[in-house]
């Protein structure tokens, strides 16, 4: 199976971080800002590291750049399974289901591999 390029990843990592901060305004409850603030702060930073990197370089395979990012799966698990109660917008859950299995995908290729 080949890697997500950078810019898929890239692609991939902005579309979650919208659904993320929005699910973060529509949250209800502290908790649940709090854990949604850590998931957007560990993309956050994964992000802008990427930013960093020459467009040119933006076809070649990506590879994880910061420790958070490493840390992160459980958390987006965590996430999933209590999606209902955390997200209550509808389009939001929705689109959150979506993103989560490709995001889910790239973060699990990236593990096998270290």
Do not use: C
Request: charged share 30%; glycine share 2%; aromatic share 8%.
């Amino acid at each position: 199976m080949s890697q997500t390029s950078v810019a898929d990843t890239l692609r991939e990592y902005l579309s979650l971080l919208e659904l993320l901060d929005d699910a973060y305004w529509e949250a209800s409850s502290i908790r649940h800002k709090d854990m949604l603030y850590d998931i957007i702060s560990i993309f956050s930073q994964e992000v802008s590291e990427m930013n960093k990197l020459s467009i040119q370089d933006h076809h070649y395979p990506y590879e994880v750049i910061t420790e958070g990012i490493r840390r992160v799966v459980p958390k987006l698990e965590r996430l999933d399974e209590n999606r209902e109660d955390v997200i209550q917008r509808t389009q939001t859950l929705t689109d959150f289901r979506d993103i989560l299995s490709s995001v889910l995908g790239i973060l699990e290729d990236q593990l096998r591999t270290l």
